[in-house]
């Protein structure tokens, strides 16, 4: 073995030992910058104290008027955590992309992981959600092939009609079925439980690209067509409608349904989050130099987002004042986001190989 080979060896062992050894959880108070959505205020940077793996929040931290952000370490290295939804148990399910992995951590921290046998997750583009049955239905775009999961972690995977995958979204519909956006059919899905296509409702415009989609207000599925840059609204008889965004290239990702009876979504080209209402009508707020992507309602009646190019979880009321807190592990990429069982909001980072946890002050 020459000098630099060894060199390199000895360098991957010594990150392997230190992974080891740091801790599995840190804590973190962040005092965020408030502004209008249409200003751009600077990143708020995190303090440096920590939490040792095991340890209880020191009261001095959990006596703020401000959220407190704590990360959880997965366990495997190099996992790229993608989609993250609460399970039927109240735990937080997850899907390890490169590692082939489904991940539960609990809200009191805890992680387990369930390996793929046949693999089959494409990487960085897993997502995951609660079905019709109650267990937890995930995308195996790679395969071609729809995997289920237990709260008991048992695993069974289902091959998909060809040329369906990629899936970049699985909701259970107003009507108990399962529905997907599928990219591959360019359509909306409605599969059985064992894969079968029940329906099928193509969209008009090739290369629309759906990708998120949720249950709006008004029990209707509704979903961002990224190619197409418009919002979809489908009924479950297939009655479609198509909202165009006014701003070009706004790359739609991720919707979440609002507490003001209106569907919220994010859009990574512009920097900004979305807003539109039954009636259809679109509004927008700056984000500026966040990249969002994943989006959620939180306890506090707020929308909780990923800044993925900024390193940051935003906070947004409904009438467009944002508040950014910055994730203490440098160039973390957060991703998805969900609001758990606990009141906390859950996402995961994908470059920073945690399960981030933003715990609300408490009152």
């Known amino acids: 073995m020459n000098t630099r080979n060894l060199l390199v060896s000895v360098l991957m062992l010594v990150y392997v030992l230190l992974s080891a050894c740091a801790p599995a959880t840190t804590a973190t108070p962040i005092v965020p910058t408030a502004v209008l959505a249409t200003s751009a205020p600077s990143a708020t940077q995190a303090t440096d104290e920590f939490a040792s793996a095991g340890d209880p929040t020191p009261d001095k ?4 008027n401000y959220p407190l952000i704590i990360e959880h370490k997965i366990p495997t290295i190099g996992a790229h955590a993608g989609g993250i939804k609460v399970g039927p148990d109240g735990a937080l399910w997850f899907v390890e992309t490169t590692t082939q992995q489904i991940g539960r951590i609990s809200t009191e921290g805890v992680v387990t992981e369930f390996p793929l046998e046949e693999g089959g997750i494409a990487e960085a583009q897993g997502f995951i959600a609660v079905g019709p049955d109650g267990a937890l239905w995930f995308n195996l775009d790679d395969a071609n092939q729809l995997g289920r999961i237990t709260s008991t972690g048992e695993i069974t995977q289902f091959d998909l009609p ?12 107003p009507d108990g079925a399962l529905w997907v956006t599928s990219r591959g059919m360019n359509a909306i899905i409605k599969l059985t439980t064992d894969g079968t296509i029940a329906a099928k409702y193509a969209l008009p415009k090739d290369g629309s690209n759906p990708t998120g989609m949720i249950v709006g207000p008004d029990k209707a599925l509704w979903f961002v067509e990224g190619g197409a840059n418009q919002i979809g609204r489908l009924t479950i008889d297939g009655q479609l409608t198509e909202y165009p965004i006014s701003e070009e290239n706004s790359f739609p990702l991720r919707l979440t349904a609002g507490p003001d009876n209106a569907v919220w979504f994010t859009m990574f080209g512009v920097n900004k989050i979305g807003r539109i209402d039954m009636e259809g009508t679109i509004t927008t707020f700056d984000a500026p130099n966040m990249g969002p992507v994943g989006i959620t309602t939180g306890a506090d009646g707020a929308l909780w987002f990923t800044g993925y190019s900024s390193t940051e979880i935003g906070r947004m009321t409904t009438d467009g004042v944002l508040t950014k807190f910055a994730v203490p592990t440098y160039a973390s ?28 002050p408490t009152p």
């Open 162 to 173: 060809e040329g369906l995958s990629p899936i970049r979204e699985l909701v259970t519909g």
């Open 61 to 64: 931290l959990l006596a703020t």
């Open 333 to 360: 990429v957060p991703y998805h986001i969900i609001a758990g069982s606990d009141g906390s909001l859950w996402f995961t980072e994908q470059e920073g190989n945690q399960i981030g946890q933003v715990k609300p």
